[in-house]
Nanobody, 114 residues
Framework: QVQLVESGGGLVQPGGSLRLSCAAS????????RGWYRQAPGKQREWVAT???????NYADSVKGRFTISRDSAKNTVYLEMNNLEPEDTAVYYC????????WGQGTQVTVSS
């Protein structure tokens, strides 16, 4: 079992920045992919970004150039740095861990509003 706990969400004005964190614990293997998804009100859950075991990153077109996914292997923690936030970024953000099984965090709310 892998447990994921997101933190760092909150209210921010358009153009602002936030950094989300996701700490993992439990039976973590050496080969895995971690990522972020989000779900906005009235919309389907969508993929945001992933980082592989080797450190390769991928981003959805909607966030490319504004968001950065990174990790701290020693802390088993993945981050999502969000810059130049827009109201359209308002959503619940979920952390994922893909190993032998896929695990989801409970989500953290990000609200972008003036």
């Amino acid at each position: 079992q892998v447990q994921l706990v997101e933190s760092g969400g909150g209210l921010v004005q358009p153009g602002g920045s936030l950094r989300l964190s996701c700490a993992a614990s439990g039976s973590i293997l050496s080969i895995f992919v971690r990522g972020w998804y989000r779900q906005a009100p009235g919309k389907q859950r969508e993929w945001v970004a992933t980082i592989t075991n080797g450190g390769s990153t991928n981003y959805a077109d909607s966030v490319k150039g504004r968001f950065t996914i990174s990790r701290d292997s020693a802390k088993n923690t993945v981050y999502l740095e969000m810059n130049n936030l827009e109201p359209e970024d308002t959503a619940v953000y979920y952390c994922t861990h893909h190993g032998r099984q896929t695990y989801w965090g409970q989500g953290t709310q990000v609200t972008v509003s003036s």
